[in-house]
T-cell receptor, first 118, second 112 residues
Framework: DVKVTQSSRYLVKRTGEKVFLECVQDMDHENMFWYRQDPGLGLRLIYFSYDVKMKEKGDIPEGYSVSREKKERFSLILESASTNQTSMYLC?????????????????FGPGTRLTVL | DAKTTQPPSMDCAEGRAANLPCNHSTISGNEYVYWYRQIHSQGPQYIIHGLKNNETNEMASLIITEDRKSSTLILPHATLRDTAVYYCIVRAFNQAGTALIFGKGTTLSVSS
């Protein structure tokens, strides 16, 4: 089974702190994604990556940056955390190529990190 | 991605079939219908997808109308563990591996 792990389930940080959220997948997937989820707003895409050292902005990249130095790891960075970044952060991965099984678009999600910025 | 419309909430008795509708009237010929669900405090989970034929797997069945403008996800024997938010997503074949756009979904409550 594909496994996507995130470094923390719960995190509490102070305003202005630099925050690192780590995500690791073990299935050699090309694509990795960072979403945030807020009540009433559903999931929103922050950044995604098609390959090592490649990154693309999603719908809400402001205040965030990402790093992908290795294929299996995708980091989300909050350079200076603010209270409006309090949220649930979800990492996902998927294959970048077609598979014979037809699940080529399936994204596998991690358990999420609930970040609180005080 | 084509826009989808789902009811905000539905209730179902345990052991009965849960039928979750989704409207996607602007779907184009190369777009698939995908369903994910999210159980409370967990990441979303893929359920099933289809193009125009009905599909079935160990989790659910997907019924797509002939004009492809709507679909229904069927959980044949709902259990309490099926209580979750269900998301219907429409996206093109050539977007394989790209970001999903989640709407607000349908909150399914299964009760005993």
């Amino acid at each position: 089974d594909v496994k996507v792990t995130q470094s923390s389930r719960y995190l509490v940080k102070r305003t202005g702190e630099k925050v690192f959220l780590e995500c690791v997948q073990d299935m050699d997937h090309e694509n990795m994604f960072w979403y945030r989820q807020d009540p009433g707003l559903g999931l929103r895409l922050i950044y995604f990556s098609y390959d090592v050292k490649m990154k693309e902005k999603g719908d809400i990249p402001e205040g965030y940056s990402v790093s992908r130095e290795k294929k299996e790891r995708f980091s989300l960075i909050l350079e200076s955390a603010s209270t409006n970044q309090t949220s649930m952060y979800l990492c996902a991965s998927s294959l970048g190529r077609l598979t014979s099984g037809g699940t080529y678009n399936e994204q596998f999600f991690g358990p999420g990190t609930r970040l609180t910025v005080l | 991605d084509a826009k989808t419309t789902q009811p905000p909430s539905m209730d179902c008795a345990e052991g009965r079939a849960a039928n979750l509708p989704c409207n996607h009237s602007t779907i184009s010929g190369n777009e698939y219908v995908y369903w994910y669900r999210q159980i409370h405090s967990q990441g979303p989970q893929y359920i099933i997808h289809g193009l125009k034929n009905n599909e079935t797997n160990e989790m659910a069945s997907l019924i797509i109308t002939e004009d492809r403008k709507s679909s229904t996800l069927i959980l044949p024997h709902a259990t309490l563990r099926d209580t979750a938010v269900y998301y219907c997503i429409v996206r093109a074949f050539n977007q394989a591996g790209t970001a999903l756009i989640f709407g607000k979904g349908t909150t399914l409550s299964v009760s005993s």
